[in-house]
C-alpha cells in the first residue's frame, strides 16, 4: 500500500525536501527517492548553516580549501555549489522522466542582495554558470527589488525560485514578472521550452504573527459572538492565504496571455509552498501540508515534517475547498484587529534577516574553523608581505 507521502504525488502534489546535507548522499536521499516519491529539493543560508555546523562532513573539504588560502565566502561557495551539483545529479532522471516538470534543487544568491536588483542579476547569472545543471533553480527574494530581476532572469532563460512571498498583492506582481519575463524570452526569439519557475509562498510564519493579534483582540472583546469569530480565526489565516493564492494561480494561468505562451512551450509557475512545518505545538505537527494538498503544486518540508506526514498523514485534496469561506476570512481580519498587508510587510522584513543572520554565523564559523587550519586570521592572510 502507498504511503502518505506517494498517495501526496498520486493526487498531484509534489513532494520536496527543504534540507540538504552532506550524509544524505549515504543512501538517504536515494531512499526518499525511491520509496516517499522525492521529486525536488531546496535549500537556503540557515539549512547549510546547520548542515556545515552540525558533526564533521565537511571538515575534510574545508581543511583543504583553508589551506589553498580560499577566503569564507569562497568556501562556503565551493560547499553548497558542489552539493547543489550532487543533488541535482541525482534529481536528473526524474527531471528527464517528468520533462522538465520536476527534479529540482534551488540554491539561494546572497541574502544580503534581497533591496539590490542589479547586484541580484549579476549574483543569479554567476551561480548559474557555475552549477551548469539545467535542473538547477536559482533563489531570488520576491522583495520589490527582486521583481525586476525576476524578469530579467526569466528573459535570459534562467530557471527562478522566487522565495520569501507572504502576501496576496506581491504574489500576483511576482506572476506578472515571470510572465512578462517569458514575453521579453520569446520577443528576442529565445526559446521558452525548458525555462522554469516555482513562487514560494510561505505559510506557518503568517499564523505565527496573526495568531496573537487574534487573541489579544478576543482578550479585548465583550461581544461573545466577535471573540468567538476572533478565537476561531487562530490558525486559519495562513490556510486562507494558501487557498486565494491557489485561486490566483489558477485564474492568472488560465488566460489567453499566458495560454499564448504556453502554445509556444512555456511552462506554468508553479506555487510551492514553504515553511509548512507547524510552529505552534498546539497545531497538528501536518496541519499545513494537509491543508494545502491540492493539483499542481509543491509541498517543501523539511525532513521532521515529512517523516511525520509519512507516520501520520491524511491524504484528501483540500486545497480548492471553502474559497468562499476562505475570501470571507481574510476579509474580516481589518474588523479582528490584522492589518494582513502590514503583517506581510513585516514577514517579509523578518524572513530577509532570518537568512542573513545564519549566512553571516556561517560564513564567522568557517573563518574560525580557516584559522584552527592556517593559525591566520582574514586580516592577517590580507596584509601585504614585507
Known sequence: MANPLQQLAALGQSVWLDYIHRDLFD?????????????GMTSNPAIFEKAIDSGHSYDAQIETLARAGKSANDIYEAISQSDVQRVADALRPIYERTH?????????????????????????????????????????????????????????????????????????????????????????????????????????????????????????????????EAEGACGEV??????LAYNMYRQTFA??????????????????????????????????????????????????????????GRPQLQLEGNLPAARDLFESLPALGVDIDQVTRRLEEEGIDKFNQPFDRLLQHIEARVISVTGASRAQRAAPSR
Open 27 to 39: 543512501g538517504q536521499l536515494r531512499r526518499l527517492i525511491d520509496e516517499d516519491a522525492l521529486t
Open 100 to 228: 522538465t516538470v520536476d527534479g529540482y534543487v534551488s540554491l539561494e544568491v546572497n541574502p544580503h542582495l534581497a533591496r539590490d536588483r542589479d547586484g541580484t542579476i549579476a549574483e543569479a547569472r554567476r551561480l548559474w554558470a557555475a552549477l551548469d545543471r539545467p535542473n538547477i533553480y536559482i533563489k531570488v527574494p520576491g522583495t520589490v527589488e527582486g521583481l525586476g530581476a525576476i524578469r530579467q532572469l526569466i528573459g535570459e532563460g534562467i530557471n527562478v525560485n522566487v522565495t520569501l512571498l507572504f502576501g496576496l498583492p506581491r504574489y500576483h506582481e511576482v506572476m506578472d514578472a515571470y510572465i512578462g519575463g517569458l514575453e521579453q524570452r520569446l520577443a528576442s526569439a529565445g526559446s521558452l521550452e525548458g525555462v522554469s519557475s516555482v513562487a514560494s509562498f510561505f505559510i506557518s510564519r503568517i499564523d505565527t504573527m496573526v495568531d496573537p493579534m487574534l487573541q489579544a483582540h478576543a482578550a479585548s472583546e465583550r461581544d461573545a459572538q466577535a471573540r468567538t
Open 238 to 243: 495562513a490556510i486562507a492565504c494558501g487557498k
Open 255 to 312: 488566460q489567453q496571455r499566458f495560454r499564448h505562451l504556453a502554445e509556444r512551450g512555456a511552462r506554468v509557475q508553479r506555487l510551492l509552498w514553504a515553511s509548512t512545518s507547524a510552529k505552534n505545538p498546539n497545531y497538528r505537527d501536518v496541519k499545513y501540508v494537509e491543508a494545502l494538498l491540492g493539483a499542481d503544486t509543491i509541498d517543501t518540508m523539511p525532513l521532521e515534517t515529512l517523516e511525520a506526514y509519512r507516520d501520520h
